[in-house]
């Protein structure tokens, strides 16, 4: 766009339109701009001329975003965040700060984050929130798009431009209801294999690392059940015979709740690396800076407590042999 083109636009509609396409809803995005109802109904009207686009448009229960508005997105998280780090003069302070900490990770490593996170906020930042993103085939794109903050994840490759931390190593184990026929002796691979499984499939593409290692040995087990998240995996095996292997850091949030044991899996597709990853861009802003402060010592804390369940399923195995 030309620079004279630029002077001639107010650049707080760009707030607005932001606060729009987020709310989709007129009378609450007034409420976030701290403007009232007809104006915010006026910037919507200078913005579809702006645009030449109609950008909300009528829906069941409300409004649903145009193909513009959709396209228009990510380019206007990015210039939001850039003029946002331009105007800051003065020095992050987490005290005064406000928005949010986007979080992109599985349900369980919320779980298990989100508590410290949390604590931490309410602590050193009041204003800010937290917001879990869940998620899906389009990790790294969200990174580059100013969609998410951080991914917190089990994530071997990531492109140029993504810079990453590892927080710590986990290993695999099976999950099974209390007073499973199974959980009371050793689980030879015979006797795994026997069992049916569930495998939680976040992204929906590829094969689970225990179907990888399985098929080089020439054998399969049975996937009775695929979810794409934790808990709902969780609640068909607390019901059901079906068992699963995944991270222990994953499956000790379960443990807890004395509904389920864990086993050594016959089966070990090795450590599994959780780490934090970031845009580069990102790499010395001070919010981003000590946004993954947070993470790390949440991760930490994580850690920690990990190493005391993972001597109490070492001692879970040795009674099972």
């Known amino acids: 766009m030309r620079e004279m083109d630029l002077r001639r636009i107010d650049m707080n509609l760009l707030v607005a339109l932001n606060a729009l396409l987020e709310e989709r809803n007129v009378t609450r995005a007034a409420g ?8 915010a109904s006026r910037a919507l009207g200078r913005l579809r001329t702006l645009f030449s686009d109609p950008l909300l448009v009528d829906g069941p229960g409300g409004y649903l975003l145009s193909t513009r508005a959709e396209e228009l997105r990510p380019a206007l998280r990015r210039t939001l965040a850039g003029i946002g780090e331009l105007l800051e003069a003065r020095p992050f302070d987490p005290a005064t700060a406000t928005g949010s900490m986007r979080l992109l990770t599985t349900d369980l490593h919320a779980a298990v984050l989100a508590p410290h996170l949390l604590s931490r906020l309410a602590k050193e930042a009041p204003a800010i929130d937290l917001e ?76 689970a690392p225990v179907d990888e290692l399985l098929a080089a040995m020439g054998r ?13 995996a969780m609640e068909i095996a607390a019901c059901s ?22 086993l050594p899996p016959p089966v070990d597709p090795g450590p599994i690396v959780l780490s934090l990853l970031w845009h580069a861009r990102h790499q010395d802003a001070p919010r981003h800076v000590w946004m993954r402060g947070l993470i790390v010592a949440a991760a930490q804390l994580s850690a920690a407590f990990e190493v005391q369940q993972t001597l109490e399923l070492d001692g879970e195995g040795q009674n099972a042999r």
Do not use: C, W
């Not at 976030?32 to 104006?39: D, H, I, V």
């Not at 993504?162 to 959980?183: E, N, Q």
């Not at 079906?242 to 864990?262: C, H, I, K, Y």
């Open 32 to 39: 976030r701009l701290g403007m009232s109802q007809p104006a």
């Open 132 to 207: 879990i993103l869940p998620p899906g085939p389009t990790i790294m794109e969200m990174l580059g798009s100013e969609a998410a903050d951080a991914v917190v994840g089990v994530i071997e490759d990531a492109p140029a431009g993504i810079l990453r931390r590892k927080l710590f190593d986990d290993r695999y184990v099976t999950l099974m209801r209390t007073g499973h026929p199974a959980s009371g002796r050793k689980l030879t691979l015979e006797n795994y294999l026997a069992l049916d499984h569930i495998v939680i499939n976040i992204t929906g593409t590829g094969p």
């Open 220 to 232: 399969s087990r049975r996937v009775r059940v695929r979810v794409p998240n934790f808990f709902s």
């Open 241 to 262: 015979d079906l068992v699963m292997t995944l991270p222990e850091s994953l499956a000790r949030t379960a443990v807890g709740s004395a509904r389920f044991v864990m």
